[in-house]
């Protein structure tokens, strides 16, 4: 996978920050304890913590910044991941930042009752396919619950969602 992977799964992820309203703040996602609002906070902190690791770093994944322009932040945050993942001279995972990219761009456009259909099928399979090589029931944690079953005629980004523990 290449950086432009990456910058096209923020760059989708970005239009669709930029598209939220004060109403839709308090709309119910997928991760049934998060609202539009949390989400949005929690997908810059996470771009945050993966440009920290990118960098050689311990990123502090309890940090609950909260941002009043989610869209901006993305933008600023996303670049210098992208910068920090470009300049790594470690195998960081990119696949990691894909998955990260693609199941939170489910989530929100569900939340914001949209259709994933048109969404760049590339970062959900490059996220897919770190996630189904990396991660087993046992290290599931916290952060996702049990694969779930996708429908046959499921997109990319429904695949992913439902592996991460999404009901698609």
Request: negative net charge; contains cysteine.
């Amino acid at each position: 996978m290449t950086t432009s992977t990456v910058t096209r799964g923020l760059d989708q992820l970005g239009a669709l920050l930029n598209t939220l309203t004060p109403e839709d703040a308090e709309r119910r996602t997928p991760c049934s304890e998060w609202t539009v609002a949390n989400l949005s906070d929690h997908i810059v902190n996470s771009v945050v913590g993966m440009a920290t690791m990118a960098r050689g770093g311990q990123p502090d994944w309890t940090s609950s910044t909260h941002y009043d322009d989610p869209a901006s932040a993305l933008d600023e945050h996303g670049r210098a991941m992208v910068e920090a993942l470009a300049a790594s001279d470690s195998a960081f995972p990119e696949g990691m930042v894909a998955a990260e990219l693609a199941v939170h761009t489910y989530d929100l456009t569900t939340a914001l009752g949209g259709s994933t259909a048109e969404l760049d099928p590339e970062v959900a399979e490059v996220g897919h396919a770190f996630m189904t090589s990396s991660m087993t029931d046992d290290k599931r944690g916290d952060a996702f619950g049990p694969e779930q079953p996708a429908p046959a005629d499921a997109d990319a980004y429904q695949v992913i969602a439902a592996f991460a523990g999404r009901s698609v």
